[in-house]
Structures are given as C-alpha cells and as structure tokens.
C-alpha cells in the first residue's frame, strides 16, 4: 500500500475542487436571490440579511429556512432560484460534511 | 543557452524562473545546480535509487540461490528480464530508459520543450474558523500533502492559530485549501503574515496569501469555502498565523501496511 498516500490526496483535492464549485455557484445565485428581493420584496431581503435587529449583513439561519421553504413560491423567479439554491446547498453541504468526516478518520487513525 | 540582460538591475531570476548564482553563473534549482552553457547538471541525478527496481531485484537474487541450491519451491523459475512490469518505474522506464543512465542530462536533452519544476508542492486541507470585528483571529486543522523527487510523497497532521486587524464584522467556519511550493511539508511550520478576505453571505467564499517570517520558505496560496455569518458581509484581513507541523509519513505508510497486508 506504498500509493496510498498520492490516493488520498488525489480523493481529497478533487472533493475540494468540487465543494469550491459548488460554493462559488451557490454564492452567485445567493447574490441573484438577494438583488431580487431587495429590489422587489424589501421586507423579505430585509428579513434574511439580518441579525437579531442588529443591520442588514448576512443570515444564513434565516437564508437557508427562506430557501428551504415554501415562502413567496409563487413568483417564479424566486421559485426557480430557490431550487437551484437548494441544489447547489445539498451538494456543498455533503461535500463539506464528507471533508471533515474524511479528516477526522485521518485523525483517528493517527491516534490509534 | 543564456540570455543577458542589457540594463544595470539585472533580475536574478532568468532561465525556467530559477536563480542564477552571479558568482559561478550556475543556475539553483535546489536539489542542483544547472551549467545552462554547458547544457548540463553539475552533479548527478539524486532520483537515481527511484529508477531502480531493487525489490523484484533482491527477490530474483534469492530465487537464484534457491533454485542453485535446490531449495526453490515455486512453480516456474521466471528470469529477470520482463521489462514490461518496469514501464511504471519513474522516469518513464527507469533504468530501461538510456536517458535516465546519463546522470547529468537536462530534460532528455531537449531545452527547447520541456522544464524540469522538481515537482516540489505542499498542499494543505482543513477546517477553519476565521471572525473578528476590528481585530480578529483563526484557527484550524487539518491534512498536510507534500511531494518532492528528494522525498517522495509525505503526508502530516497541521494547527493553525492566529490574530490581527479584521476590516469588517463577520465571522466563517470553512474548508481551507492551500498550496505552496515548498520542498518538504516541514517547511510550513513556523509563522507567517496572513492577508486575505472573504464574502460573507450565508455561504463563504475568501482566499489568502501567507508569506513566511523565514524568508528561506516559500508563501502559499489558500482559498476557503464553507460558511459565513455577520452584519458584514465582505470581510478583508491581516493576521499573523502560527502553524505547527506533525510529519505522520512513516507512521500512515506502517498503518495501511498493517490493515492491508
């Protein structure tokens, strides 16, 4: 098993490569999502990009619960936007969860 | 072939990037050095013991023995000469390929189209926690990967602690990669000057640059996607980082022996 460290590093950089794609895409349509609410929906935008009355910013809690909801379906827009998000969120997420289960048995198997 | 530069600041980077030492106008690549009038390394190829097939070598010796001896006890005595098994050798043959007999040769002797990088890279996978309001700070952990011709592949544990200015308001949890060119996992212990920046948005992505207080280290290039939480989404900083090193090669290579074999 001489190989098998080139065989985690190429396993390892390819899921990372994969999980920067689907980050870098999830980003741009989560810009589209939020340029479209704030110009449409104002206090929907507002609802999502903030945190506890503190300012307009970043929420993912409350962006991923809008995403993952049935909420203001019924503008296709967002609706076709929602699921594209929700796609590119389920692919990172299991890839970023896969990374670090990947990392851990690394580091278990280090400890034994 | 060299080429001279006309102006007074001549640069000392000049033939494949690599440094020509003005004293004896020999080129560093750091495992050698390269004559670029001549053509030739200075002194032999240290990689050689890769090109050469000493398992299956010391194996068909003691068959040899045993078969004069009358001890051996396998099915068929199979000579030494199938010099298909060792297409995979490095160096496209091994010592089946001439070229890699001629210990002082240049990329096969052929300048004009190939370089040789010395393949010497490090490259880091890991979990990563950045925030800060003014001031911030980092720490992570992860996977080190490295490769080199003078020490084969290499593979280690990391830890990353660090602290400094943070323009914005925000805080990530990310899956870092980084890469650098360094010629051992090793060399990336120690400090360095961190400055980079990420967006915020619910999804994080952002990018850095370490530069080495040790000059004689080389900086390394990290992106970093997961995510990102904060009343500021856009976030730029300076930090400098210390990072610990555990070279585990030895310890992963007797490992996996252990669970295949």
């Known amino acids: 098993m001489s190989n098998i460290i080139p065989i985690l590093f190429i396993i390892l950089l390819i899921l990372f490569l994969l999980l920067f794609f689907g980050c870098l895409l999830s980003l741009i349509f989560t810009i589209k999502l939020r340029y479209y609410l704030k110009k449409n929906n104002y206090l929907r935008w507002h609802e999502i990009t903030t945190i506890a009355n503190v300012s307009g910013g970043a929420n993912p809690v409350r962006l991923f619960r809008y995403v993952y909801s049935d909420i203001d379906n019924e503008d296709q827009f967002i609706f076709n936007n929602k699921n594209k998000l929700r796609k590119f969120f389920n692919f990172s997420i299991f890839l970023f969860i896969l990374i670090l289960l990947l990392i851990f048995v690394y580091f278990i198997l280090n400890v034994i | ?261």
Request: charged share 20%; net charge negative; aromatic share 12%.
């Open chain 2, 1 to 261: 072939m060299q080429e001279k530069a006309t102006n007074a600041q001549s640069m000392p980077y000049k033939f494949t990037a690599k440094e020509l030492d003005p004293e004896t106008n020999l080129y560093y690549y750091g495992a050698r050095y390269y004559d670029a009038q001549l053509s030739r390394w200075v002194s032999a190829d240290k990689a050689l013991k890769d090109y050469l097939p000493l398992k299956d070598t010391f194996k068909v010796q003691e068959e040899d023995v045993q078969l004069r001896n009358g001890l051996y006890k396998g099915n068929a005595y199979l000579p030494n000469n199938d010099i298909n098994k060792y297409q995979k050798l490095p160096g496209m043959g091994g010592v089946f390929n001439s070229k890699n007999l001629d210990m002082y040769h240049y990329v096969g002797n052929n300048p004009i189209i190939l370089i040789d990088p010395n393949g010497l890279w490090t490259f880091q996978l890991g979990l990563q926690a950045t925030g800060g309001i003014g001031g911030g700070g980092t720490a992570g952990f992860g996977i080190i990967f490295g490769h080199s011709k003078k020490d084969g592949w290499q593979i280690g544990t990391y830890e990353s602690v660090g602290g400094g200015g943070y323009s914005g308001w925000s805080g990530s949890v990310t899956i870092e990669g980084a890469w650098s060119n360094n010629d051992n996992i090793n060399m990336i212990n120690g400090p360095t000057g961190t400055v980079g920046g990420s967006v915020d948005l619910g999804i994080s992505v952002g990018g850095e640059v370490n530069i080495p207080i040790d000059s004689s280290t080389k900086n390394s290039y990290a992106g970093s996607v997961g995510l990102g939480i904060g009343p500021c989404p856009v976030e730029g900083h300076g930090f400098i980082v210390n990072t610990w090193v555990q070279d585990k090669t030895e310890s992963i290579k007797n490992l996996f022996k252990k669970l295949f074999d």
